[in-house]
T-cell receptor, first 116, second 115 residues
Protein backbone atom coordinates (compact mmCIF):
# COMPACT_ATOMS: atom_id res chain seq x y z
CA UNK A 1 0.00 0.00 0.00
CA UNK A 2 1.20 3.48 -0.76
CA UNK A 3 1.86 5.98 2.02
CA UNK A 4 3.26 9.47 2.51
CA UNK A 5 5.03 10.87 5.54
CA UNK A 6 5.48 14.54 6.22
CA UNK A 7 7.65 14.58 9.33
CA UNK A 8 7.16 18.25 10.16
CA UNK A 9 3.73 19.15 11.48
CA UNK A 10 4.49 22.85 11.81
CA UNK A 11 7.32 25.01 10.51
CA UNK A 12 7.95 28.69 11.21
CA UNK A 13 10.12 30.70 8.86
CA UNK A 14 11.04 34.37 8.67
CA UNK A 15 9.90 36.25 5.61
CA UNK A 16 12.65 36.23 3.01
CA UNK A 17 14.28 33.09 4.39
CA UNK A 18 14.58 29.84 2.48
CA UNK A 19 12.21 26.96 2.99
CA UNK A 20 12.34 23.20 2.70
CA UNK A 21 9.36 20.98 3.48
CA UNK A 22 10.05 17.27 3.75
CA UNK A 23 8.10 14.46 2.17
CA UNK A 24 8.87 10.74 2.15
CA UNK A 25 6.78 8.23 0.26
CA UNK A 26 6.33 4.50 0.10
CA UNK A 27 5.15 3.02 -3.18
CA UNK A 28 6.02 -0.22 -4.94
CA UNK A 29 6.20 1.09 -8.49
CA UNK A 30 7.22 4.36 -10.11
CA UNK A 31 5.64 7.05 -7.96
CA UNK A 32 3.70 9.98 -9.27
CA UNK A 33 4.19 12.75 -6.74
CA UNK A 34 2.38 15.99 -6.05
CA UNK A 35 2.54 18.98 -3.77
CA UNK A 36 -0.69 20.85 -3.01
CA UNK A 37 -1.18 24.00 -0.93
CA UNK A 38 -4.24 24.86 1.11
CA UNK A 39 -4.57 28.47 2.25
CA UNK A 40 -6.77 29.08 5.30
CA UNK A 41 -10.40 28.35 4.46
CA UNK A 42 -9.54 27.57 0.85
CA UNK A 43 -9.38 24.55 -1.39
CA UNK A 44 -6.34 22.63 -2.56
CA UNK A 45 -4.18 24.20 -5.23
CA UNK A 46 -1.65 22.18 -7.19
CA UNK A 47 1.87 23.56 -6.74
CA UNK A 48 3.81 21.04 -8.82
CA UNK A 49 4.01 17.42 -9.82
CA UNK A 50 6.55 14.78 -10.80
CA UNK A 51 5.70 12.10 -13.31
CA UNK A 52 9.03 11.30 -14.97
CA UNK A 53 12.13 12.88 -16.45
CA UNK A 54 14.06 15.65 -14.79
CA UNK A 55 14.05 15.03 -11.05
CA UNK A 56 13.98 18.74 -10.24
CA UNK A 57 10.55 20.11 -11.03
CA UNK A 58 9.44 23.71 -11.04
CA UNK A 59 6.04 24.80 -9.90
CA UNK A 60 3.96 27.89 -9.41
CA UNK A 61 4.73 30.71 -6.95
CA UNK A 62 8.49 30.07 -7.13
CA UNK A 63 8.37 26.59 -5.61
CA UNK A 64 10.44 23.63 -6.73
CA UNK A 65 10.77 20.04 -5.61
CA UNK A 66 13.38 17.36 -6.09
CA UNK A 67 12.59 13.68 -6.51
CA UNK A 68 15.23 11.42 -4.96
CA UNK A 69 14.43 7.79 -5.58
CA UNK A 70 17.26 6.52 -3.37
CA UNK A 71 15.84 8.41 -0.40
CA UNK A 72 12.14 7.97 -1.34
CA UNK A 73 11.80 11.70 -0.93
CA UNK A 74 10.15 14.58 -2.74
CA UNK A 75 11.05 17.68 -0.74
CA UNK A 76 9.56 21.07 -1.54
CA UNK A 77 11.77 24.16 -1.57
CA UNK A 78 11.55 27.87 -2.02
CA UNK A 79 14.56 30.21 -1.90
CA UNK A 80 12.74 33.16 -0.32
CA UNK A 81 9.33 32.93 1.30
CA UNK A 82 6.69 35.62 1.26
CA UNK A 83 4.02 36.26 3.91
CA UNK A 84 1.40 34.98 1.45
CA UNK A 85 3.04 31.54 1.52
CA UNK A 86 1.60 30.88 4.97
CA UNK A 87 -0.63 27.86 4.44
CA UNK A 88 -0.91 24.10 4.86
CA UNK A 89 1.18 22.06 2.43
CA UNK A 90 0.31 18.53 1.42
CA UNK A 91 2.48 15.99 -0.33
CA UNK A 92 0.66 13.20 -2.18
CA UNK A 93 1.48 10.07 -4.14
CA UNK A 94 -0.74 8.79 -6.94
CA UNK A 95 -1.29 5.31 -8.28
CA UNK A 96 -1.05 4.63 -11.98
CA UNK A 97 -4.15 2.69 -12.81
CA UNK A 98 -6.16 5.36 -14.60
CA UNK A 99 -9.79 4.99 -15.69
CA UNK A 100 -10.93 6.67 -12.51
CA UNK A 101 -8.98 4.31 -10.29
CA UNK A 102 -6.43 6.95 -9.42
CA UNK A 103 -6.19 7.26 -5.66
CA UNK A 104 -4.19 10.10 -4.23
CA UNK A 105 -2.71 9.24 -0.88
CA UNK A 106 -1.92 12.35 1.11
CA UNK A 107 0.50 13.07 3.90
CA UNK A 108 -0.77 14.68 7.08
CA UNK A 109 0.34 18.11 5.96
CA UNK A 110 2.83 20.71 7.17
CA UNK A 111 1.55 24.01 8.45
CA UNK A 112 3.81 26.90 7.44
CA UNK A 113 3.86 30.08 9.50
CA UNK A 114 5.73 33.15 8.25
CA UNK A 115 7.03 35.71 10.72
CA UNK A 116 7.81 39.27 9.59
CA UNK B 1 -14.31 30.74 -14.59
CA UNK B 2 -14.07 28.31 -11.69
CA UNK B 3 -12.76 24.96 -12.91
CA UNK B 4 -14.21 22.81 -10.12
CA UNK B 5 -17.03 24.34 -8.12
CA UNK B 6 -18.95 23.08 -5.12
CA UNK B 7 -22.16 24.16 -3.47
CA UNK B 8 -22.77 24.99 -0.77
CA UNK B 9 -19.53 26.30 0.65
CA UNK B 10 -20.81 25.98 4.22
CA UNK B 11 -23.45 23.63 5.57
CA UNK B 12 -24.65 23.59 9.18
CA UNK B 13 -27.30 21.04 10.05
CA UNK B 14 -28.75 18.95 12.81
CA UNK B 15 -27.94 15.31 13.50
CA UNK B 16 -30.29 12.96 11.70
CA UNK B 17 -30.93 15.26 8.74
CA UNK B 18 -30.28 14.40 5.10
CA UNK B 19 -28.17 16.77 3.01
CA UNK B 20 -26.59 16.98 -0.43
CA UNK B 21 -23.44 18.60 -1.74
CA UNK B 22 -23.06 19.37 -5.43
CA UNK B 23 -19.95 19.48 -7.57
CA UNK B 24 -19.46 20.64 -11.13
CA UNK B 25 -16.36 20.77 -13.30
CA UNK B 26 -15.97 22.67 -16.55
CA UNK B 27 -12.61 21.16 -17.50
CA UNK B 28 -14.06 18.44 -19.71
CA UNK B 29 -12.57 15.77 -17.46
CA UNK B 30 -13.77 12.17 -17.42
CA UNK B 31 -13.20 11.40 -13.76
CA UNK B 32 -14.49 13.00 -10.59
CA UNK B 33 -13.77 12.27 -6.93
CA UNK B 34 -14.95 12.97 -3.42
CA UNK B 35 -12.43 13.36 -0.60
CA UNK B 36 -13.04 13.93 3.09
CA UNK B 37 -10.74 16.13 5.19
CA UNK B 38 -11.15 15.54 8.90
CA UNK B 39 -10.54 17.92 11.78
CA UNK B 40 -6.82 17.04 11.76
CA UNK B 41 -6.66 18.02 8.08
CA UNK B 42 -6.16 14.41 6.96
CA UNK B 43 -7.46 13.88 3.42
CA UNK B 44 -8.89 10.56 2.37
CA UNK B 45 -10.58 9.49 -0.83
CA UNK B 46 -14.20 8.39 -0.61
CA UNK B 47 -15.41 7.79 -4.16
CA UNK B 48 -14.47 8.20 -7.79
CA UNK B 49 -16.56 8.14 -10.94
CA UNK B 50 -15.30 7.68 -14.48
CA UNK B 51 -17.77 8.65 -17.18
CA UNK B 52 -20.66 8.35 -14.72
CA UNK B 53 -19.55 4.90 -13.54
CA UNK B 54 -18.59 4.30 -9.92
CA UNK B 55 -14.98 3.14 -9.79
CA UNK B 56 -13.61 3.73 -6.30
CA UNK B 57 -15.81 3.12 -3.27
CA UNK B 58 -13.71 3.21 -0.15
CA UNK B 59 -14.95 1.96 3.22
CA UNK B 60 -17.53 4.69 3.53
CA UNK B 61 -20.81 4.17 5.43
CA UNK B 62 -23.68 3.49 3.06
CA UNK B 63 -25.35 6.63 4.38
CA UNK B 64 -23.13 8.33 1.81
CA UNK B 65 -24.37 7.97 -1.74
CA UNK B 66 -22.67 9.63 -4.68
CA UNK B 67 -24.55 10.29 -7.88
CA UNK B 68 -23.21 11.38 -11.24
CA UNK B 69 -25.92 12.58 -13.61
CA UNK B 70 -23.31 13.35 -16.26
CA UNK B 71 -19.55 13.43 -16.37
CA UNK B 72 -19.42 17.11 -15.45
CA UNK B 73 -21.34 16.64 -12.21
CA UNK B 74 -20.84 14.53 -9.11
CA UNK B 75 -23.13 14.99 -6.14
CA UNK B 76 -22.85 13.56 -2.66
CA UNK B 77 -25.96 12.77 -0.65
CA UNK B 78 -25.65 12.01 3.03
CA UNK B 79 -28.49 10.40 4.98
CA UNK B 80 -29.01 10.47 8.74
CA UNK B 81 -26.12 12.81 9.43
CA UNK B 82 -23.95 12.05 12.46
CA UNK B 83 -21.61 14.24 14.47
CA UNK B 84 -18.62 12.40 13.01
CA UNK B 85 -19.61 13.48 9.51
CA UNK B 86 -18.47 17.01 10.32
CA UNK B 87 -15.58 17.65 7.97
CA UNK B 88 -14.55 19.45 4.81
CA UNK B 89 -15.60 17.57 1.68
CA UNK B 90 -13.58 18.19 -1.45
CA UNK B 91 -14.55 17.38 -4.98
CA UNK B 92 -11.83 16.84 -7.57
CA UNK B 93 -11.59 15.96 -11.24
CA UNK B 94 -8.97 14.58 -13.60
CA UNK B 95 -8.61 13.68 -17.23
CA UNK B 96 -8.49 9.96 -17.87
CA UNK B 97 -5.12 9.05 -19.41
CA UNK B 98 -5.87 5.36 -20.00
CA UNK B 99 -3.46 4.05 -17.40
CA UNK B 100 -1.00 6.91 -17.26
CA UNK B 101 -0.56 9.45 -14.47
CA UNK B 102 -3.39 11.87 -13.86
CA UNK B 103 -3.48 15.25 -12.18
CA UNK B 104 -6.41 15.93 -9.91
CA UNK B 105 -7.82 19.44 -9.60
CA UNK B 106 -9.74 20.27 -6.48
CA UNK B 107 -12.75 22.39 -5.72
CA UNK B 108 -12.92 24.91 -2.86
CA UNK B 109 -14.46 22.44 -0.41
CA UNK B 110 -17.73 22.26 1.49
CA UNK B 111 -17.46 22.74 5.23
CA UNK B 112 -20.09 20.55 6.90
CA UNK B 113 -20.89 20.99 10.57
CA UNK B 114 -23.32 18.58 12.19
CA UNK B 115 -24.79 19.75 15.49
Amino acid sequence: AQSVTQPDIHITVSEGASLELRCNYSYGATPYLFWYVQSPGQGLQLLLKYFSGDTLVQGIKGFEAEFKRSQSSFNLRKPSVHWSDAAEYFCAVGSTQGFGNEKLTFGTGTRLTIIP
Amino acid sequence: DTAVSQTPKYLVTQMGNDKSIKCEQNLGHDTMYWYKQDSKKFLKIMFSYNNKELIINETVPNRFSPKSPDKAHLNLHINSLELGDSAVYFCASSQDTAGGPETQYFGPGTRLLVL
